[in-house]
């Protein structure tokens, strides 16, 4: 249900004295999203990935105990990578691609994915 417009002007005014109280704080709001932490903790799994792998490759041979703990690392990186791209998996495109700018740069320029959408349902409706 969209806001109305005594809503948005509450909500502009809040915005606006967030901004002047705390501007860091108003500025990461504004660039992350809910999905932000999560593609941070894949990213840093796969890197923990990586670092067990090298760990694994370059020590098994001569201490066996800490290759092990490289293929421990491998392991706990690899659940850490599936947790959280599975989380990552509930989001939509919109999500992914959002302007850091806020949802008003939206209003200003039409969306290509609903241009994209709108070319998909014509031709959908001429091959019916």
Do not use: C
């Amino acid at each position: 249900m969209p806001l109305s417009d005594h809503e948005q002007r509450i909500l502009a005014q809040l915005e606006e004295s967030l901004s002047k109280q705390d501007p860091h704080f108003a500025k990461s709001v504004r660039t992350t999203n809910v999905y932000t932490h999560g593609g941070r903790r894949v990213r840093w799994g796969v890197a923990g990935f990586v670092a067990g792998l090298v760990l694994l490759v370059l020590t098994f041979s001569h201490w066996i105990a800490l290759g092990l703990v490289g293929v421990a690392l491998m392991f706990v990186s690899a659940i850490v990578v599936e947790r959280n791209a599975r989380l990552l998996g509930r989001a939509s495109w919109q999500d992914f691609t959002r302007t850091p700018h806020g949802d008003d740069a939206r209003v200003n320029h039409p969306s290509r994915a609903g241009s994209l959408r709108d070319w998909l349902s014509r031709q959908r409706r001429k091959s019916e």
